[in-house]
């Protein structure tokens, strides 16, 4: 009996923080991300270290396993909301809230919330919403019902970077304010408190309450505050750069390729289409799907080269490059999710690629392309702990990528099926350009934040990061529910999308964009590119590619772009609509719109009506088709609606 009860004090003493944070709570992962699951360790370095009950438990008892890849991180995804959950809290009725619409109004000293980049003491613009994402599922139950308090930063923030995020009064549904948890009450108030360590009260009163007094929150007004400091930037990238560098040392411009199929004229506009597989340098632990699938680490800690893999490609010749009429254009075209390269057949694309000569190539994102449906909702319905192979396999997937572009213009230029009178049509010299949409757009991104290959690129309807996407997406629908079954409140099911946040960072968006062309990777160029989206889009939201968009930095914006539901275009630089735009000093957002009604488009975290989706419709308008050429063509950004572009519905 003695020797238990020292045991367990002396597990208790080893344990820098009780597991869960007391200052809210709901939930024990709540408030997040938060400093307080990322202690300084024996050797002064500071990681994440979540237990296993810091996220909840499924409906049958089963922990979310933080051993899977969740701890020792250096800090936290500078792309995830701070998430807390506030009692009754009534957003409307809380003037001076920043929100969707007016997100820049976060900046000014009146706002209630403050999220403080804690090195500079600025305000970093963010917006509030509430979690309405369970909804429809918890209509029945209000006491399920809960809606998590979420700030978004307007756009990704700056890794290795601590920040405060504090809040003031919010009013509470049924009269008078919000009130604070009794650990953050006391804390507030200098009062001890249960479970509170003195260490923790002294961090609180060096370090967070004088940085909201100076951001205009007097201390005795906060309803919460907290910190959390962001990774590194190179935690994210640098295992994809050591991939990416490896794989081109390896194959570089004499990737080696076989042709399975050729069929001539298979459709107007098109000379030849061609199944193939490239051999790739291969860096995961499996071939297959397998759950479980990660990244290969050598000795020297970088990713270590498994063998070789063929991975199917899809190459389109375009009549016009096949009959000598128009130049070549090597280009690599990104397929949309749960899809394949077979995308490249579309006719739209026939008649795009006939009228300017692309050359285009294909390859799966494997990670998140056909064949990954099963493990991935497999995954989802038993163990999302175990996500991390999703963001190994999306590694390898623009391992592939970057290769088939590189090989569209080398290796594969030589063979005779892309000569012309014996003359190759594509050769090193060849304009290369990127094109994708959806999936195609939201990986794009990332692909132009790390091509050597080429600086121009059209993301279509691309959006990130996945945690503002997810909710908002209809084709999250599905999946979304298997996690409702597991988990029966809303506070938990939104909680878990914080988590994979985390491990998306890893390849998506929110852990690439800054380097897309404000801070190029190294020995990588400058990258800009077009972004177009659409206005009701129910697969890929707006809300995300704006957000995309302001993370690239330096995008500019035409005068007459739609503005969604009257929200501010906040983040943009705006020029006159006839400016003609060097294409090279930046990129651009070009909104489209397609008179969905108001009613279809919720500010909400909630998908848009998919009756009215426009999802697929903003590739296909001539203004889109239009604007891509030009800027492929002549390196000239330009309106091509002179206004809004204001598209038939
Ligand atoms: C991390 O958590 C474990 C318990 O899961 C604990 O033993 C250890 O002391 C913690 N490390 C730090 C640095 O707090
Ligand atoms: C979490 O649980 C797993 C499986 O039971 C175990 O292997 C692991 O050590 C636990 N991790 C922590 C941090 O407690
Ligand atoms: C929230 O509101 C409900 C209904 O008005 C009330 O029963 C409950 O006590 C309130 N909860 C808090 C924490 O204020
Ligand atoms: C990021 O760092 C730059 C340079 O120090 C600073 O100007 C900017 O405000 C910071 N942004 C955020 C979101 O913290
Ligand atoms: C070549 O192909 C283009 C595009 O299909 C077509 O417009 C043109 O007439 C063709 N030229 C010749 C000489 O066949
Ligand atoms: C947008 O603002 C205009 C002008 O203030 C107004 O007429 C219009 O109804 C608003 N539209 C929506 C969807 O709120
Ligand atoms: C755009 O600017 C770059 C230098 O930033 C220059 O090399 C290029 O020629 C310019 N393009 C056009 C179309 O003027």
Redesign the pocket.
């Known amino acids: 009996m003695r020797t238990a009860l020292a045991l367990l004090l002396a597990a208790a003493a080893a344990f820098a923080n009780a597991p869960c944070d007391i200052i809210d709570p709901s939930l024990c992962v709540f408030p997040f991300p938060n400093d307080y699951f990322r202690p300084v360790g024996p050797s002064g370095v500071a990681l994440t270290n979540y237990s296993n009950i810091t996220w909840p438990l499924d409906a049958d008892g089963k922990i979310f396993d933080v051993s899977n890849g969740w701890n020792g991180v250096n800090g936290f995804s500078p792309a995830q909301a701070a998430i807390t959950y506030l009692p009754n809290a009534s957003l409307s009725g809380t003037p001076n809230l920043p929100r969707l619409w007016n997100m820049e109004t976060s900046l000014l000293a009146t706002s209630v919330t403050a999220l403080i980049?804690a090195e500079?003491g600025?305000r970093?613009a963010h917006w509030v919403e509430a979690d309405h994402s369970s909804d429809e599922w918890d209509a029945a139950d209000p006491s399920k019902n809960k809606r998590a308090f979420m700030a978004w930063?307007a756009a990704r923030?700056?890794g290795s970077?601590r920040y405060v995020f504090a809040v003031g009064p919010v009013a509470a549904l049924g009269g008078g304010f919000v009130q604070p948890s009794p650990a953050f009450r006391a804390m507030r108030a200098g009062a001890s408190f249960p479970g509170i360590e003195p260490e923790r009260q002294a961090h609180f009163e060096k370090d967070i309450f004088p940085l909201a007094e100076a951001a205009g929150l007097s201390r005795g007004s906060l309803t919460i505050a907290w910190d959390f400091t962001t990774a590194s930037d190179a935690t994210w990238t640098h295992n994809m750069l050591s991939m990416r560098d490896q794989a081109l040392a390896l194959v570089g411009d004499n990737a080696a390729y076989s042709i399975t199929s050729k069929t001539p004229t298979p459709r107007p506009g098109v000379a030849m289409e061609v199944d193939g597989f490239i051999t790739v340098p291969w860096f995961l632990s499996s071939i297959s799907p397998d759950i479980g699938t990660h990244i290969v680490i050598g000795s020297d800690g970088k990713p270590e080269l498994q063998g070789y893999n063929d991975v199917p490609f899809k190459l389109i010749i375009p009549t016009s490059v096949a009959n000598g009429s128009k130049p070549a254009t090597a280009q690599y075209y990104g397929h949309g999710l749960f899809g394949s390269a077979s995308e490249l057949t579309n006719q739209y694309l026939d008649t795009e690629a006939d009228e300017n000569g692309w050359v285009m190539i294909g390859v799966n994102w494997i990670g998140l392309c056909s064949e990954d449906i099963i493990s991935d909702a497999y995954m989802v319905a038993n163990d999302l702990s175990l996500f991390g192979f999703i963001q190994a396999r999306l590694h390898q997937a623009q391992t592939n990528a970057l290769l088939a572009h590189r090989m569209l213009f080398t290796s594969l230029a030589a063979d005779p099926i892309l000569a012309v009178n014996g003359q190759p049509v594509l050769s090193k010299a060849s304009p290369r350009r990127y094109y994708g949409n959806s999936l195609g757009g939201i990986m794009g991104s990332v692909f132009m934040s790390l091509s050597t290959d080429t600086t121009h690129g059209v993301l279509g309807v691309p959006g990130g990061p996945f945690g503002i996407l997810l909710p908002r997406s209809k084709d999250f629908a599905a999946l979304f529910d298997i996690i409702r079954l597991r988990y029966d409140n809303s506070l938990a099911r939104i909680s878990m999308m914080s988590a994979i946040q985390e491990q998306f960072t890893y390849l998506e968006p929110g852990g690439y964009v800054n380097h897309l062309w404000k801070d190029p990777l190294p020995n990588t160029p400058q990258h800009s590119v077009l972004i177009h989206y659409g206005q009701g889009d129910a697969q890929v939201n707006w809300v995300a590619a704006e957000w995309l968009g302001r993370s690239i930095g330096g995008m500019r914006a035409f005068d007459g772009t739609m503005r969604v539901r009257n929200c501010t275009l906040f983040g943009f630089e705006f020029v006159d609509n006839s400016a003609k735009l060097n294409g090279t000093d930046g990129g651009l957002m070009q909104g489209y719109y397609f008179d969905v009604p108001a009613e279809n488009i919720p500010l909400e975290n909630l998908p848009c009506a998919s009756a009215t989706d426009t999802h697929g419709k903003t590739r296909r308008t001539a203004h889109a088709m239009e604007q891509t050429r030009v800027f492929f063509e002549q390196d000239v950004i330009y309106n091509p609606c002179g206004g809004a572009c204001h598209e038939q519905p």
């Open positions: 980049n500079t600025e970093v930063p923030l700056n970077t």
